[in-house]
Structure formats: structure tokens, C-alpha cells
């Protein structure tokens, strides 16, 4: 029998929203909401809630596909995953609504640079592979220059960082984002890049690409009138740790 | 919606077998709410929902009258059994259709496209999602809902992440539900509309 104190003490409703109940518990928990009028609307608000952002998960992703052909051939791969494998695409759509620019893109460009052009860079073929293991960082948001600065410590067991830098204002549609060495280098830049909802804009990047050592990452808003900057962040990449 | 004890279930079985009037009506007063809710849960589209709802209320109401119920005190877990194995048998049987390769008639239902009712919620749900994640000021507790509503991370994780404790996370998902509820209920009101009412009266 299921009781109120374990279904608080135990988090049983938003555990079982998102399915993380055993079957014995989830049996208990379903019969309990024949009895308890109290759980059964709670659960229920939870689960429209879990929806809607799914559905806002799906549409972001739906709306990053259509501006985005190198998706194309990772969505049909979604569509052919059975609905039991709704995890990766739960995970790949969250992917997506902070990957409003076009990831593949950026490796075949930021493996160009790395290698110097001295190696073909990867086909988009090779590349259309879900990227679902990666480091994500904010950076905040960006202001003036002058911010203090973000240490990130690179994780080797993940494929890709995922830089997430937060708009103070959102002046206009399309951002340049420049990453810079400290003596001023250009290492990658990114071009046209469109916040997503929540007024951020993604870089994502390898995560061999990131050595050690002091980095400059420029924000700028692209109008019709021209280039104004719109911010400056700094990042400290810390040596990955032994073992 | 009512809720009934133990006893009174068992009553309820009782009175339905010997076919008292408004028995069975009683039933699906009582126990309609959390059923429909399951068979929601339990099926992919709205219209499923409804038929599993309704095949479940007739499958269960024959066994009662056929005696069929061994633990009557227990007459929302018998239910809710019933809901899951027909939940079962009703996937089974689409899949088994969809392998056949027979043509569908040309006015059959497609079945990859969702149903009216549900395309029209699955709008109105994604824009009272939009707008509370539009109020959400904190961008962290944005984060806590994506993270484990849509990405599934556990609640674990995503608290060692950003330096949450388990109180502030649950708290953050607990008031999450009732702001959705209560943008919902906001824009149900705005918007009113047949289709809107009859889902209304269903809940």
C-alpha cells in the first residue's frame, strides 16, 4: 500500500512521471490513485507539464531541422527509432532546442582549423551521428568586456563541449561568435548564429579542441546596419585530471 | 471527482453484480478520473486514450456482473490491470495490422498523423509550456525542468551538476506544476471553444 509520507519522503510522483519507479512501485502508486483524488491531480498537472515541454522540445527541433539540411539525414535516423528508444530522442530534441546552429557545420570547420588544413576534413556522412554525450558549460551571460572569468575543465570521456553563453539583450537576429587565443589569434570563428529560446547562443565544439590555456570568446550582433559588438566572455581551460 | 474506501469498493462490486440501478454508474463516477488518466498514460494519442478507456469500463463491468473479481476491495487495482493488458492487446494489434500488406481503405484513418483533438492540445500544452519557461526568471530552474522532463537525467545528477540540493530540485518541480496548472486554466479561459469544453469535462 502506498502511503503519503513515502510518496513524499520517496519523491514517488515526480519519479514516476519520468518513469524512474520500479513495477511494484508504480502498481502500488497507480492503484493509489484510485484512492486519492489529492495525487491524482497532482500527477496529472505533472504529466500535461512533462508534455508540453516535449511538445516545445519537438517543435525546436522541428524548427532547427528546417533551417538546417545537415540534420536532415539525424531526423530520419530519429524517425525509424522505435518509441521505447524515446530517451535518445528526448535527448537529441533537448540537443536540438540548444543547437539552433547547424553543429556539423562547425566540427567539418573547427577540424579544418585544428588540422591546419593539412588533413581532409571529415565528411558530413561521417559526422551524422547523434552527438549525445557532451560536456555542457555556461559561460552566463555576456556583457561588456571585462567579465570575470569561466574555468572549464575539459571532460575526455565526452565527445563534444557545449559552450552555452546567455544574451543579456537580445538586439539582433543573427551573431558572430569569435573564439580567440590570448595573444589575440582567431582559433574558429562562427558566423549567423540565431539564439534559441532562451536568448542563448550554443557553440559546440570537439573536445580535443580545447587545450589548456586562456581563450577570449566575442560576441557580436549582426544587423543590417553593421557589426555591434554585444559581448565578451573569458575562458580558462584548466589540464584534464590524471585518472 | 470521489474516491471510495475498501468497503464501500467491495459494496460497489456487490451492488453491480446483483444489477442495481445507477451501479455501474457509480463505477465510472468513482473510479473514471484515475482510469482515463491511466489510459492516457498508458497510449500514445488522446483517441486511443478514450477507446482504452471505454473498453476497459465495458470489459470491466462484465466481469463484475460474471463475478469474475477476486479481490473487489481492491477494485482500483483490478482496473487498472485490466486498462494495462488492453493497453497491450491494443498495441499488439495495430502492430500486427500495420505488418499486413493489405492496403488501407482509402477513407481510413492515417495513423501517422495525430488525431485533431490531439494536434489541437499538443499546441495549446507546448504554448502554456512556452510561456511558463518564458516566466521562469532563473535560468537554473529552466535547466532542472529540461533537464528532467526532457532529457530524463536523474534528479541525482542534474542536482551534483548545479549545486542543488534534492529540497530546492523538488521544490523547483513542484512549483513548476502548479504555475503549468494554473497558465493552463488562464488560457482556458481565454480561448474557449467545444472542442476545449468537452476535454474539460473529461478531466
Known sequence: ?243 | MSTLEPATAADLVRRIAAGEAGAEAELAESYGGALRFLARRYTREEADAEDLYQGTLMLALEKIRRNEVRDPERLGNFLRALAKNLSTTQYRRRRYAAELPVADPPDAPDRSRPDPLTALLRTERAQVARDLLAELGVSRDREVLLRYYIAEESAHRICADLDIGTDHFYRVLHRARQRFRRLWEEHAKSTPGPDRESEARKR
Not at chain 1, 7 to 13: K, V, Y
Not at chain 1, 73 to 90: D, F, I, K, S
Request: glycine share 8%.
Open chain 1, 1 to 243: 500500500m502506498m502511503t503519503h509520507p513515502r510518496i513524499d519522503e520517496e519523491q514517488i510522483l515526480d519519479r514516476y512521471l519520468v518513469g524512474r519507479l520500479s513495477a511494484e512501485e508504480e502498481a502500488l502508486f497507480e492503484e493509489h490513485l484510485f484512492e486519492c483524488a489529492d495525487c491524482l491531480e497532482k500527477v496529472r498537472w505533472g504529466e500535461e507539464l512533462r508534455r508540453g515541454l516535449r511538445e516545445v522540445a519537438a517543435q525546436e527541433a522541428g524548427r532547427a531541422a528546417a533551417g538546417a539540411t545537415a540534420f536532415v539525414g539525424l531526423l530520419a535516423w530519429l524517425r525509424r527509432r522505435r518509441p521505447a528508444q524515446l530517451a535518445a530522442l528526448a535527448m537529441l530534441a533537448l540537443a536540438l532546442v540548444v543547437l539552433p546552429t547547424i553543429v556539423l557545420r562547425q566540427q567539418v570547420e573547427l577540424h579544418r582549423l585544428r588540422e591546419g588544413a593539412r588533413k581532409p576534413a571529415p565528411s558530413t556522412g561521417e559526422l551524422a551521428q547523434p552527438v549525445s554525450d557532451f560536456l555542457v558549460v555556461s559561460l552566463g551571460v555576456v556583457r561588456g568586456a571585462g567579465s570575470s572569468e569561466v574555468e572549464l575543465r575539459p571532460d575526455p570521456t565526452k565527445a563534444a563541449v557545449l559552450l552555452s553563453i546567455e544574451l543579456a539583450t537580445v538586439d539582433a537576429g543573427r551573431y558572430r561568435v569569435t573564439l580567440g587565443d590570448e595573444a589575440g589569434h582567431v582559433l574558429w570563428r562562427g558566423e549567423d548564429l540565431e539564439p534559441n529560446l532562451y536568448d542563448t547562443l550554443i557553440v559546440a565544439l570537439p573536445s580535443s579542441f580545447l587545450e589548456p590555456g586562456r581563450y577570449r570568446i566575442t560576441v557580436e550582433g549582426l544587423a543590417a546596419g553593421g557589426v555591434e559588438p554585444a559581448g565578451e566572455v573569458r575562458l580558462r581551460v584548466l589540464p584534464q585530471r590524471d585518472g
